[in-house]
């Protein structure tokens, strides 16, 4: 194996990481309404499972309030079933032709532990990207036993560290903004 590809293949894998990372945080609830606290909502839709987006129209009319308009009234109350079973903690209003989920403001106790979830999920995504750095460095070594000379082994070593301190800020840069939109009031 050459420098290049164990170097993309560690680069590949910290991006996949990150883009993990900020998907989880999509759904964590910072108080504002976000379609995306319905992604692992799943419906019976006509005999298959679908998420509640591929059964109705799901909009966002204010920051507190989640729309969902069911494309076929008969699936009212299917999804309203499958918002409260999911446990995402929102009860729906159902007024016959729509469906509506009013977020309710976190309290400081709420707030606290959805930071804490925040840097769990962090901390699963930092423990990714060292095992792909750590990764890269072994296949340096086994690379160097093979015929690739040291020194260039050693400067992918080198460059491998780079990559998770790039990655790192990223992750961090990630953190940082979820943190400040959950705390503010």
């Not at 883009?19 to 108080?31: F, V, Y």
């Amino acid at each position: 194996m050459d420098t290049k590809t164990i170097l993309n293949d560690a680069t590949q894998r910290m991006q996949k990481a990150i883009d993990h990372l900020e998907e989880e945080l999509l759904n964590i609830r910072a108080g504002k309404a976000s379609p995306n606290v319905l992604n692992g909502v799943m419906v019976d839709y006509f005999g298959s499972q679908v998420p509640v987006s591929g059964a109705a129209s799901v909009t966002v009319p204010d920051a507190k309030t989640i729309l969902i308009q069911p494309w076929d009234k008969n699936m009212l109350r299917p999804i309203e079933k499958a918002i409260i079973d999911s446990n995402i903690g929102l009860t729906p209003s159902n007024n016959g032709e729509t469906i509506r989920l009013s977020i309710p403001p976190l309290t400081e106790e709420r707030r606290k532990s959805l930071v804490k979830q925040v840097r769990g999920e962090g901390e699963t995504a930092r423990i990714s990207l060292r095992n792909a750095r750590r990764d890269a460095v072994e296949a340096f070594k086994k690379a160097m036993k093979e015929g690739m000379p040291e020194d260039e082994s050693k400067d992918g070593e080198t460059q491998s560290q780079k990559l998770l301190e790039k990655f790192s800020k990223l992750l961090d840069e990630a953190l940082a903004k979820k943190e400040k939109e959950i705390m503010t009031v």
